[in-house]
């Protein structure tokens, strides 16, 4: 990824959905079982579980989305662009953003969605319509477990941009809601659908990376100038770091690591260590461009600029996260994997593989791409980078979500790993209040993460 802001990440994400509205649909092409991006579904199970469980088959996915912001619009443009897709509903604080939702459907030629913008909480009368498959959240932090916990409540299906949960509790919450009322509740993690993430993934898929040993993730993205705006984002995202001194971020880089480790397909993250660096870069950065009346002068920053856990797994693995967005540096989810016969990293993509020509050196990841390219890249990966954000990965998230509800299929992730790749935000501080000491994940899966292993090479024990 470049040195886009975020703002014109998402406002180019916008700006080629809405190009694509006038465009045919994209046909939703018959999937196979190597298109999923875990390494093995695993089993449905009779104990309660949500593991493996398929969405019931629906002709036509009905969709309601509530936050019609940036984000949200950039996902209603790439939901519009895929067939089979009816957006039935639409909520905001903002009457203005909710109307700018209305007239995206309208102008691609579809009906108008129902509007819900009478406060906060409207959303909770949203949900109580009978015309709703899949309810996405793309509100600010606080509201994706309110959001998503009404919807299953409603008996729909949900999915919400990241991290899921704040906490611990909340994220048990919607682990024993979508037990108890049998609804998917997913996180709509689209970096596990980048081109690099599923090419390493089938890479690991076909063994070439030997043992797997370590993995490092990563959300380390300037983004001083989008927390200090007076609008969208910078409105509210500026908060946390006033409050916790944690990950404020994990779920990026993390949940395509979980991918490549099984995790909940026969590993599960054990405990986690972390430490934070002090906090520099919000203050000098209010000094040098904030007038003095300014309120945000009030603000005292909590969240070091830094922080940096280690993740141990049931397995023995060892997983470096980190999280960065408040220093002056380009991009990186780092996305890079250690095994026994090969590595990976990213930014720039690179492999090496033991025993290659040319001695110890990286050899370019384009170099792989015709052996390894994930097959669901394969099929869609140029409606992709036609129509999708970032780099294509939102487009084939929502082209893989519909494809899965209409041929009721699992989905690719679940509630468990929702709760297992966001509950860092709680847990790493926790480890910091502790002097770094080691913190316990909870077993979402309730030791249900045992019952399914992924093919994945020899396994790892623990010392």
């Known amino acids: 990824m470049s040195d886009l802001s975020r703002r014109e990440l998402l406002g180019g994400a916008a700006a080629a959905a809405a190009a694509a509205l006038t465009a045919t649909p994209a046909k939703l092409l018959a999937s196979t079982s190597d298109w999923r ?29 509530v936050g019609t ?73 606080p509201w994706h477990t309110p959001v998503m916990m009404a919807a299953m409540q409603a008996g729909k299906h949900c999915g919400s941009e990241v991290p899921i949960a704040l906490t611990v509790e909340q994220a048990w919450a919607l682990v024993d809601t979508s037990e108890k009322t049998k609804r998917h509740c997913l996180m709509m993690e689209n970096c596990c659908y980048g081109e690099s993430e599923l090419t390493v993934l089938r890479m690991v898929r076909d063994g070439v990376f030997g043992t797997l040993l370590h993995a490092e993730a990563a959300y380390n993205h300037d983004l001083r100038e989008i927390l200090f705006e007076n609008r969208d984002e910078g409105l509210w995202r500026r908060f946390p770091h006033t409050t916790n001194d944690t990950n404020l971020y994990p779920t990026h880089g993390l949940g395509p690591v979980a991918q490549y480790l099984g995790i909940h397909r026969g590993d599960r993250f054990e405990y986690v260590v972390s430490m934070s660096s002090p906090e520099a870069g919000l203050t000098e950065w209010r000094a040098q461009h904030e007038p003095k009346d300014s309120a945000k002068w009030s603000e005292r920053y909590k969240a070091g600029d830094v922080n940096t856990s280690l993740i141990k797994t049931a397995k023995g693995r060892t997983i470096l996260l980190q999280h960065n967005v408040t220093s002056p540096r380009p991009y990186s989810r780092l996305n890079n994997l250690q095994g026994s016969k090969a590595a990976f990293n990213d930014y720039p993509p690179r492999l090496y593989i033991d025993g290659q020509a040319g001695g110890h ?54 509630v468990y790993d929702a709760a ?44």
């Not at 929502?398 to 509800?405: D, E, G, I, T």
């Open 37 to 65: 991006v875990d390494l093995m579904a695993p089993t449905a199970a009779s104990n309660g579980t949500m593991l493996g469980v398929p969405f019931e088959k629906h002709q036509t996915v009905r969709v309601a989305i």
């Open 69 to 141: 912001g940036l984000r949200g619009r950039s996902v209603l443009g790439e939901l519009l662009a895929i067939e089979g897709v009816e957006i039935t509903a639409v909520a905001d604080i903002a009457p203005e953003k909710a109307q700018k939702a209305v007239d995206m459907c309208t102008k691609a030629g579809r009906k108008a969605p129902a509007v819900f913008t009478q406060g906060e909480r409207d959303f909770e009368r949203l949900v109580q319509r009978e015309d709703i498959d899949f309810v996405y959240t793309a509100t600010p932090w």
């Open 420 to 463: 297992a790749w966001s509950v860092p935000y709680a847990l790493c501080e926790q480890s910091i209040r502790k002097g770094s000491a080691p913190v316990k994940f909870p077993d979402f899966t309730r030791g249900a993460w045992r019952s399914s292993t992924a093919p994945q090479g020899p396994a790892v024990t623990a010392g």
């Open 361 to 414: 050196r990286w050899t370019p990841f384009a170099d792989f791409k015709d052996k390894y390219q994930h097959p669901l890249w394969k099929a869609v990966g140029d409606l992709a980078r036609k129509n999708g954000g970032h780099g294509g990965m939102d487009f084939v998230m929502a082209y893989r979500l519909v494809q899965c509800m209409r041929e009721g299929l699992a989905p690719d992730f679940d």
